[in-house]
Structures are given as C-alpha cells and as structure tokens.
C-alpha cells in the first residue's frame, strides 16, 4: 500500500521560474509540477496538490495564511499519511513555529521545505529539497509515523521546525537549529535520529487557531533610547531580546521603565540576541533586573518560536495557569525546560 501524501503549496522560490523573455522570476501553475519533477511518479507514495489560490511570498504569509494551512491540513488529516508544505524561505520558520504550537496531537509529518533557487534553473536545490521531503513525509515503521511533529526539510537536513532559524540568503545551507539535534540526514543512506524526535502523550489531534497579535518584539542595543518603549501601542506580550545571556543596562531608568510596563499588566518575555544558548537570569548582576520584575525567561527558545509560543498562549482559553507557567512549559519540544537553572 502506497503511502497518500498532500503537499500544499503557498508560494516562494521553489514555485518559480525564470521568464526569459523579461528576466524576473515568475510563478508557475503548481498543477504542472509533475511535468516539471517526474520523479515523483517514482517515488514510493501517491503525492496530491493542494496550491494556494495565490502564491505567496513568504514576507507575505502572517496569521491569516497558519490558519489556512491549519485549515488544509484539519479538513485532509483523516484522508493522508502526510503533508508536505511548499513555502518561501524567508519566513519558513515562523510558520514552522507557529503550526507546531496549533497542531494539538500530531501523530504524521507535517514537513516544509523550499528552495534558494527556482525549480526551473539548472543549479537549483528545489529538486532534492521536494523529493527527499516527500520522502520523510511517507516514513512509516510498523504502521507508525516516524516523524509526528513539524519539521523543516532544507539542504540533506531534517530539522524541527520550531528550533530553526534561518541563517543564510546565500548559501544552500539555509537553516540552523542550534539548540537542538538535527532530527535526520539525507547523505547515500536517508537517516532517522530516532532519540531527538518529539512524541505527543494522550493529546486527540486537533487545530488550534487561537492567535493573538499584541505582541511586541524589541531588540535592545547599547546607546539605545530605552525611554520609547513607553510609547509603546497596545501590548500583551513585549519578547524583549537582550545581550548574551540575558543582561541589560543596570541603571534605575531599566527598572523604572519595565517596571512601570509590568504594572500595566504587559508580561515581559526575555530572549538571547545570541543564535546559540540561552537565557540564564541571575548568572549576571545585570540580569537580575528581570526576576525582580517577574519577566519569564525564553530559555533556549529562538526568536521566532518564543514571538509564535507567545501568540498561541496568550489570552488562550484553552490553557490552565498563567500565561508564565505555560509559556516555561515545554509544549512541543521547543525549549529546555531545565535551561538556565
Ligand atoms: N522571498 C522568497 C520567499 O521567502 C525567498 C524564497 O522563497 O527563498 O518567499
């Protein structure tokens, strides 16, 4: 029995071509992708396409499109062994760490992939980045999915979708998960890292679309007018990302300041200007600042899944406990619960 994969393209890169007539890069009708890799008629599963009725740049895709695809994926759930999610690179890991979050209970691969180059050009990545994703999406053992969770395939690289980053908009090699093992390799043997693969306990599947968008992510540098963080707009979360290992400047103004944020019910997130590690408040004089206002700690989470953790949790009624115990809960293997400690 041949595995039914559903690949939902949204846009980006890998969905392009070169008009050689004008020289830009132009979309093509995604229909025609068997034509284009008719080595997916070779693979060992029965691939269908579900394309977005517009392509999207990824700088495009927001709130609005991780619905959608939640949408897509709910409706045909029952009906595939696994979807496959075309997307543009820019974005992939917000969208990666934004669906890991809504998809409660995931028992199939949900992977995404991309490319640097346009599926049309001689040198492109596309090619490899589709098949092999096709692949890990129809990886069964003993009627089981290996993969159960939303991972990023890019580059011979398996990664979790919410511990990546993207790291180049030059080189093949886009991504990096620095926090967490690469989840499998694709070299002349496909490998499974069977340890780092995230499992689900005792949770029904189902999509949650709670998303709120009073969040607010600040970067701090030195020199840095501190003070126009209380013109801020309406927000419910401000992530705050913060030298090393979580200083910030020690002067009675910082205090004054997020303090006076706190007070008008703002939680403060606190996460690493560093790509690798994480936060440790206390391990410096100058981040002790943080546990004296109860800001909560991003540990080892990465920028784009502690701004995506933040909009699924907060005001969301289907969460027990304050928004601060579930936000240092590891929900589906995004942080190190124990890092920093
Ligand atoms: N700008 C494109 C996008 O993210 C880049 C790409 O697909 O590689 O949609």
């Known amino acids: 029995m041949k595995r039914k994969v559903l690949m939902i393209y949204t846009g980006g890169t890998?969905?392009?071509?070169?008009?050689?007539?004008?020289?830009?890069?132009?979309?093509?009708?995604?229909?025609?992708?068997?034509?284009?890799?008719?080595?997916?008629?070779?693979?060992?599963?029965?691939?269908?396409?579900?394309?977005f009725a517009k392509p999207l740049d990824s700088s495009d895709v927001g709130v609005e499109e991780w619905k959608e695809i939640g949408a897509v994926i709910e409706k045909n759930y029952s009906l595939y062994d696994g979807f496959l999610i075309l997307h543009g690179t820019d974005t992939m890991s917000y969208t990666a760490s934004a669906l890991s979050y809504m998809l409660k209970g995931l028992t199939k691969p949900v992977i995404l992939t991309g490319s640097q180059l346009p599926i049309g050009d001689l040198r492109t990545d596309a090619k490899e980045n589709l098949l092999t994703s096709l692949y890990y999406a129809s990886l069964y053992e003993n009627s089981e999915a290996l993969v159960q969770e939303v991972a990023i395939y890019f580059e011979y690289k398996l990664?979790?979708?919410?511990?990546?980053?993207?790291?180049?908009?030059?080189?093949?090699?886009?991504?990096?998960?620095?926090?967490?093992?690469?989840?499998?390799?694709?070299?002349?043997?496909?490998?499974?890292?069977?340890?780092?693969?995230?499992?689900?306990?005792?949770?029904?599947?189902?999509?949650?679309?709670?998303?709120?968008?009073?969040?607010?992510?600040?970067?701090?540098?030195?020199?840095?007018?501190?003070?126009?963080?209380?013109?801020?707009?309406?927000?419910?979360?401000?992530?705050?990302?913060?030298?090393?290992?979580?200083?910030?400047?020690?002067?009675?103004?910082?205090?004054?300041?997020?303090?006076?944020?706190?007070?008008?019910?703002?939680?403060?997130?606190?996460?690493?200007?560093?790509?690798s590690g994480g936060i440790s408040i206390g391990k410096y004089e100058n981040s002790n600042i943080f546990g004296k206002i109860g800001a909560i700690s991003g540990k080892d989470l990465t920028a784009e899944s502690a701004i995506t953790k933040a909009m699924h949790l907060m005001d969301n009624p289907l969460y027990e406990g304050s928004f601060a115990e579930n936000f240092s809960k590891n929900l589906r293997g995004e942080l190190d619960e124990n890092f920093g400690d």
């Not at 020289?23 to 029965?46: Q, R, T, V």
């Not at 020690?250 to 007070?263: A, F, G, P, V, Y």
Request: hydrophobic share 40%; proline share 3%; charged share 20%.
């Open 14 to 51: 890998i969905g392009m071509e070169k008009d050689y007539t004008s020289g830009s890069l132009k979309a093509f009708n995604f229909e025609h992708i068997f034509e284009k890799i008719p080595e997916i008629g070779l693979l060992d599963c029965e691939v269908s396409v579900h394309s």
């Open 159 to 275: 990664l979790r979708g919410n511990r990546t980053l993207k790291y180049s908009a030059e080189y093949f090699d886009a991504y990096r998960s620095p926090n967490y093992p690469i989840l499998g390799e694709s070299g002349v043997h496909l490998k499974i890292n069977k340890e780092a693969l995230f499992r689900n306990t005792g949770v029904n599947f189902g999509v949650d679309y709670h998303l709120c968008k009073d969040i607010v992510f600040w970067r701090i540098f030195p020199g840095m007018n501190f003070e126009s963080l209380l013109h801020l707009p309406k927000t419910k979360v401000l992530i705050l990302q913060v030298f090393g290992s979580g200083t910030i400047f020690n002067c009675d103004e910082t205090e004054i300041i997020l303090s006076s944020l706190r007070k008008n019910g703002t939680e403060i997130v606190v996460v690493s200007q560093c790509v």
